[in-house]
């Protein structure tokens, strides 16, 4: 059976700078995305599933996950805490 092709259920909606209040300047940019999948929140919050998307993913992207697994929806909002430089990416989910 062929691995999912994750990167097309992974959509970029917004690039926003990043402004430094101290020197007014937006030197940085963020990305936000949307993610659907069948598979259940927990599997979105585990260790290696970004990593198909190591190689655009930034430190301070934002993904929305709508997991529906099993007929139960379920909303996760992660943050892009690390990107290695071998595309070993590590994200975090908001409390709440």
Do not use: H, Q
């Not at 997991?67 to 709440?96: P, Q, S, Y």
């Amino acid at each position: 059976m062929a691995l999912p092709d994750r990167k097309r259920a992974l959509v970029r909606y917004c690039e926003a700078p990043v402004l430094d209040p101290t020197s007014g300047a937006t030197t940085k940019k963020v990305c936000f995305y949307k993610y659907a999948t069948t598979e259940p929140a927990a599997a979105v919050e585990a260790a290696n599933y970004w990593n198909f998307a190591g190689t655009f993913l930034k430190v301070g992207d934002r993904i929305e996950a709508l997991c529906v697994a099993d007929g139960v929806a379920d909303g996760v909002n992660l943050t892009v805490r690390a990107v290695t430089g071998a595309g070993v990416v590590t994200v975090a989910a908001d409390a709440g």
